[in-house]
DNA sequence: TATGATATGCTCAAAGAGAGCATAATTAGG
DNA sequence: CCTAATTATGCTCTCTTTGAGCATATCATA
């Protein structure tokens, strides 16, 4: 039994927001994501990918974190007698630097059903009637998946749920309604990506909708000083949902996130907006996290 | 260059929680985690781990998520001319199974500064007052550094956060006070591991504390029946705290996580306690994380 | 039977979150 | 200049969640 060796390499989910549209970096016209090998110059793995990202595509990364680490035999880009181990990074780019050039794909062209900031999408109803058929079609699982179809598309009363972008798009792959599956032409939902980088871009989304939760990392994809609705339309974009402008600066406001800079904008025809810049020493200052456990005292 | 070939190894975190302590299963008396080669054979990361970890420790191990990727070139355990990438996995292991047996060491014995259930360790005096002095030691970062330490143990108001585990680990790495800095033996603040595999059970601790407050993985260290108190008193010994009673058990009742299994038990000497059962189903019922974004209803 | 111990129920106040009304400061169009 | 449209910002009110602790129940044991 060969052991222990492998090809290394390294992909890259870069992430900017231009406009209310998230986008992510691609190559070869949208259909795989930027990816490099391992190499033995790289001191560590993070400095590895920086390096090649900044000279592939000349966008210097902000934020980066480790995403997910793959190595299935059944992927699709292993290369023969060999095995690929593909470490992926999640890498937040700031707006300016990603606005319209090649390579950045809004990332909604992947995952048409994502965004529901102008509502619920309309593919939605064609996803859940072929799930359907699909759940029905294996009679001693059919329950299983009907519940599990329901809970992760937010049909079960719990809502739409937009952290579980990943799950979703695992169902879509197990029901073999996206073409990655290997199930013909007919299962047109999303673009497709080369070998498995939709389903690395999709943990990428999902990494990142959770996250903007409980860490400050929106201002990685903000210019210096921004007003408070653009902030939102940011989080929108990412999160494909729309939230409520009041309650959202009040939760930005207080948690003192962001101050003032002074100046105003007043680019959109309405009362000139504040503009604020973040507070790079919050992620000194604070946890923001918090428990959720019910502490006693002593 | 040499570029794109490595050595890939998997490395397991296995946690139990015995009686009221938190326990790792090592190898080597307790100076390393047990690890193994990733071999072609497996046809995922995660079976390839199962498989040996099953056939080595004879344990059954339940939930099994990946934790993070190592290779950085300054790790201590890189063989000579080649690179080695280490995939981590965090495993939790039913409390029958690791009890008492040998291999599984209590946990706060590698971070006795972690475990806060009687109040605050004195270790900590100690090491806040090294700490203060490495700060002291680089006038130019000497503030900052000073602010990273009582941040990341809890001097600055914000208190005590049991989720930062990896970062104190890391401050004190870097400070030079744990003896895998190779900075002698006067630095013996817990027991060290080889390699960087403290490190890699610092993040094991860390991902499972922030982890049991939004998903209900506790339930994977419990056997069948349980009372309320063993489960708390197991939450408790993970995340080195101690919970308010009531108003724990108000938590996991209104969240349907549990019922009733109908048997008590009187082994505690006071008024017998109701015996419950986790309740399987709620994994396709809920999402159980609930957004923190303020939505809009349209 | 009294005492100590644990289990479990319940209350009350403070903090946080959801929803929406009201007012302010602009621009565009007569 | 006046008015409507548009966006920004402030504030209120209610409902829910959380923090803290008192009170009662049910057992073992002296």
Redesign the pocket.
Known sequence: MTIGFAHAELIAVLVAVTGDEPRVMTIRSGDALPSGPFEMGHRTLQSGLREWVQEQTEHPVGYLEQLYTFADRDRNNDIPGGRTISISYLGLVNEQSGAGRPGWHGWYEYFPWEDHRQGRPAVLDEIMTRLRSWADADPARRDHRHRRADFTFGLDGGGWNEDLALQRYELLYEAGLVSEAGCGAEANLGRAMFADHRRILATGIARLRAKIKYRPVVFELMPESF????LQRTIEALAGLTL????F???I??QDLVEETGG?E?E???????LFRFRHTVLEERALAG???????N
Chains 1, 2 share one sequence.
């Open positions: 007003t408070l609705l653009r409520h402008k009041q309650n600066r009040r939760l406001e207080q105003t007043s959109t025809g309405g009362r000139p907006a504040k428990t959720k456990l019910p502490l006693s005292r």
